[in-house]
């Protein structure tokens, strides 16, 4: 995947003046709170628009337009509670065990913000080429959920009655959703600044903890008989599993190579803890999905990810199965023994 026209250096840099001094793709505030000073701080908001202009570049169909804020902070939480201040709830970066966040775009009122941790900007003015890379991968990764938002923002607007789902789609959706985010935002911001088996040796570091957590929660409920506390572990667990599934998918897809060609030591892992059918199911729905995005009808065509996301499910002990008004739970017994009581 290459960005900007084939032009020698002088030609681009004088095709990038033009481009954002006539046609910008972004029009939104870039602000800053923590160490940077003024030059820096220009320095860095240079890149982001140069980043988003090449990304535009390279897919026309991208669009940032409903960005409304891009807000690099020393204190990456405290900026999403600042900046998510009109909302009933502060979105919530991820908890769980190695999955660090270091930027996450919300809605703010009929647009988004996107809000980044100050190290990303340091990054994009380091000297050393492999934190510039990471930083330009994390912005560009952030950069394509705007995007994704712009889209579904669209299409509910012009659908308001196809926002939601009921009874047992209910259960899988936002486990769709986040398998979806991040296939596509990595898929499209990916390139040479990529290193593309980071997502791969995570998934198979968490894969072992995550399925640990969610038979420790099963085997807890055979004495307890607590469902909703069960769900509530298995649930939060599988949609973290679904996300790094779609880091490492995504990534995989833009490569064009085959799980055995891009990490055999991933497909040996999956294939260990029984989630081989579960990763093909979500790759082909995935990569049906997006042959289909430019002819999405409403945000639930995210629905047809849901199958997948049930062998998912499945594959860690918990058996979904649709009835008249939600779902039917089938907690599948384990090799491991009860705890004793």
């Known amino acids: 995947m290459t960005d900007g026209p084939a032009l020698d250096a002088e030609a681009t840099v004088e095709w990038v003046i033009e481009q954002l001094e006539k046609n910008p793709p972004l029009s939104c505030f870039i602000s800053f709170v923590g160490s940077l000073d003024q030059d820096m701080a220009e320095r860095v908001a240079l890149q982001v628009r140069i980043q988003a202009l090449l990304l535009r570049d390279t897919h026309p169909w991208m669009n940032f337009a409903r960005l409304r804020q891009v807000i690099f902070h020393h204190d990456y939480e405290q900026g999403i509670r600042d900046a998510s201040a009109d909302r009933p709830l502060s979105p919530a970066p991820t908890k769980e065990a190695g999955g660090l966040s270091i930027g996450m775009v919300f809605r703010s009122g009929d647009g988004v913000k996107l809000v980044m941790d100050e190290a990303i900007a340091k990054g994009l003015l380091s000297e050393v080429e492999k934190h510039r890379d990471l930083a330009v991968n994390a912005l560009r990764h952030e950069l394509c959920h705007v995007h994704d938002f712009d889209l579904k923002l669209g299409l509910m607007e012009k659908h308001p009655d196809a926002k939601g789902i009921a009874g047992f789609g209910s259960y899988f959706l936002p486990i769709a959703e986040s398998l979806w985010d991040e296939y596509f935002a990595n898929k499209y911001s990916c390139g040479p600044w990529t290193d593309i088996h980071q997502y791969s040796d995570f998934l198979c570091e968490v894969i072992p903890t995550i399925r640990a957590d969610v038979i420790a929660a099963i085997l807890t409920y055979r004495v307890s008989h607590d469902l909703a506390a069960l769900r509530s572990v298995a649930e939060a667990k599988v949609r973290f599993i679904a996300q790094c599934f779609g880091y490492a998918m995504g990534t995989l897809a833009a490569t064009g190579a085959t799980l055995k060609e891009h990490s055999s030591t991933l497909e040996s892992c999956l294939i260990k803890f029984d989630l081989l059918l579960a ?63």
């Open 279 to 341: 990763w093909d199911a979500c790759f082909a729905a995935l990569e049906a999905l997006d042959q289909k995005r430019p002819h999405w009808d409403s945000v639930l065509e995210l629905k047809q990810l849901i199958p997948p996301c049930v062998l998912l499910m499945t594959a860690f002990g918990l058996n979904y199965r649709p009835i008249v008004d939600g779902a039917y739970i089938e907690v599948l017994y384990t090799k491991e023994p009860p705890p004793q009581t």
